[in-house]
C-alpha cells in the first residue's frame, strides 16, 4: 500500500508561484511512476505531468509545459510540483497519484492506483 500526503496548496495572487509537495509512505515506490492532476469545480481530472521514480525525463500536458516543473527527491520520498506564473483559471485542487510503472506512461486518472487527499489552489486576479 502507498499512502500520499499532499501539501503547499493556498490562496495566491496571479503572477504568484507554488511549489506543491507530495509525501510518500508505505512500501518502496521505485518501481512506481508519480503524477500530478488536478480538478477543478465541475469539470474532469486533468493530467499534468508524471515523472518515474527509476528515472527518466518527466512527461507534461501541452496545456503546462513551461509553466509546471515535476522533481522528485529520492531520499526524502517526496515528489513536486512546481507552478509558475499562476492564473485563476489554474485554480483547483491538487492531486498527487502513483500506479507501477509499465512500459507506456499514462496520462488518464483511472490509470493510477494511489491517491492523495489533494491540496487546494486559489489564484486571484
Known amino acids: 500500500q502507498v499512502q500520499l500526503v499532499e501539501s503547499g496548496g493556498g490562496l495566491v495572487q496571479a503572477g504568484a508561484s507554488l511549489r506543491l509537495s507530495c509525501g510518500i509512505s508505505?512500501?518502496?515506490?521505485?518501481?512506481?511512476?508519480m503524477g500530478w492532476f488536478r480538478q477543478a469545480p465541475g469539470k474532469e481530472r486533468e493530467f499534468l505531468a508524471v515523472i518515474r521514480w527509476s528515472g527518466g525525463n518527466p512527461y507534461y500536458a501541452d496545456s503546462v509545459k513551461g509553466r509546471f516543473t515535476i522533481s522528485r527527491d529520492n531520499a526524502k520520498n517526496t515528489v513536486y510540483l512546481q507552478i509558475n506564473s499562476l492564473k485563476p483559471e489554474d485554480t483547483a485542487v491538487y492531486y498527487c497519484?502513483?500506479?507501477?510503472?509499465?512500459?507506456?506512461?499514462?496520462?488518464?486518472?483511472?490509470?493510477?492506483?494511489?491517491w492523495g487527499q489533494g491540496t487546494q489552489v486559489t489564484v486571484s486576479s
Open positions: 497519484a502513483a500506479r507501477r510503472t509499465t512500459i507506456t506512461i499514462m496520462t488518464r486518472a483511472t490509470r493510477y492506483d494511489y
Open positions: 508505505g512500501r518502496t515506490i521505485s518501481g512506481y511512476d
